[in-house]
């Protein structure tokens, strides 16, 4: 998140792989967050701060794969806040952009 503020960047696909840590003695495992995870994390300093992220691996989409990565989330019940003035989030709009 602080990555994807420092470079303007408020809808993002994060592309980087994180560290797998698997469950052991005081630790429990990590895995890619989900949408609502970032989005939760973002708006804790205030709705203004909402960063809209998805984990993703692969190749870097094209804009027609990036309108199907919003139809499959959406499809699969995946729902982001939608309001640009919510009590809770400032839903940012325009485009996704790739976070390295």
Known sequence: IAAARAQGVT????MA???LIPPGLNNAPLYVPAPFEYLILSAMDGPEGTVVMVAYH?????????????AALRKEGVMLPERTDGRYFHTPEGPFRILP
């Not at 809808?11 to 994060?14: E, F, G, M, N």
């Not at 190749?59 to 919003?70: L, T």
């Open 11 to 14: 809808r993002a696909l994060d």
């Open 17 to 19: 792989v994180h560290k």
């Open 58 to 70: 692969g190749p870097p989409p094209s804009d027609e794969q990036f309108r199907k990565i919003e």
